[in-house]
């Protein structure tokens, strides 16, 4: 019996859920985080880790597994040839998250997806044809996601320290929280994307800076999925920690869509056409 295996894998966390050939999910399982962008190594065992919980007990040797990858960085083929080497999968097909996601989301019908997480990544499915936008990094683009959005607030709340913004109460927590200015340098100089967007959750709270923020954000969003909706009525789909957020906020705009699964949905999808099986 072949087994399949889906993974996720972002800054933040990795899932796994492996299915049959029927698509009967038979285990899931998490692991650390799994961006290919900034470690490689790290990713391979975040990997291997949710994939042996998602086996647990079911006896499947890993070296049989017919596995798709929806991983941050997984354009970069630098990087997937070197992860290629570090997991033991029978079959493997390694793709940035967002091209998972966007088959989970959208099944196999036409949209564009918006995946706003700790990084970011847009993807327009239309006639069969994939185009993926950003998925960049947070040093390079990942425009509205949650490390950009935390790197900006600590930015910001530096210049109110400097006297060149106005002082709102969540850049003066900042401020305390890490022992000033120098204090918030250290931590930009040591920090990974995932603890940038661990700082999101608190910028929806109201405070002016982080809402001025948001507002650059959503505007961002907005001219990228105009651009990939190219004059159709094509629906867009938000997934990820911050996707209801946007949702919310662009609903106004944008003909917003619920997601039909997820990107883990997605994952075991494709891998199940790696075998010509249809979609569960």
């Given at each position: 019996m072949t087994v399949f295996l889906?993974?996720?894998?972002g800054g933040t966390g990795c899932r796994a859920a492996l299915c049959d050939a029927r698509g009967r999910l038979l285990?899931?399982?998490?692991?650390?985080?799994?961006?290919?962008?900034?470690?490689?190594?790290?990713?391979?065992?975040?990997?291997?880790?949710?994939t042996a919980q998602a086996i647990g007990d079911c006896g499947v040797d890993p070296r049989a597994l017919v596995a798709v990858l929806g991983l941050a960085g997984g354009a970069m083929q630098g990087a997937v040839r070197q992860l290629r080497g570090l997991l033991p999968?029978?079959?493997?097909?390694?793709?940035?998250?967002?091209?998972?996601?966007?088959r989970g989301a959208l099944g196999n019908r036409d949209g564009v997806l918006a995946a706003m997480g700790t990084g970011s990544v847009f993807v327009r499915q239309r006639a069969g044809e994939v185009l993926q936008v950003?998925?960049?990094?947070?040093?390079?683009?990942?425009?509205?996601?949650?490390?950009?959005?935390g790197r900006s607030l600590l930015a910001?709340?530096?210049?109110?320290?400097?006297?060149?913004?106005?002082?709102?109460?969540?850049?003066?927590?900042?401020?305390?929280?890490?022992?000033?200015?120098?204090g918030i340098i250290e931590f930009g100089n040591r920090a990974r994307p995932g603890d940038f967007a661990r700082l999101a959750p608190e910028m929806l709270q109201g405070d002016?800076?982080?809402?001025?923020?948001?507002?650059?954000?959503?505007?961002?969003?907005?001219?990228?999925?105009?651009?990939?909706?190219?004059?159709?009525p094509l629906p867009v789909v938000f997934t990820g920690g911050l996707g209801p957020h946007y949702a919310a906020r662009l609903a106004d705009a944008l003909p917003v869509q619920a997601p039909r699964g997820t990107a883990l949905?997605?994952?075991l999808a494709m891998a199940r056409d790696l075998e010509g099986l249809p979609d569960a």
């Open positions: 889906g993974i996720d894998g285990g899931q399982g998490q692991g650390g985080a799994a961006n290919i962008n900034t470690d490689i190594e790290g990713a391979a065992a975040s990997i291997r880790a949710a999968f029978a079959r493997i097909r390694i793709v940035n998250d967002g091209i998972t996601a966007a950003g998925g960049r990094g947070f040093l390079m683009g990942d425009q509205g996601s949650g490390a950009v959005l910001q709340a530096m210049r109110a320290g400097d006297g060149l913004a106005p002082m709102t109460p969540l850049l003066q927590a900042m401020l305390d929280r890490h022992g000033g200015i120098e002016p800076a982080a809402e001025a923020i948001l507002q650059e954000a959503a505007r961002d969003i907005l001219q990228i999925l105009t651009v990939l909706r190219d004059g159709q949905d997605g994952a």
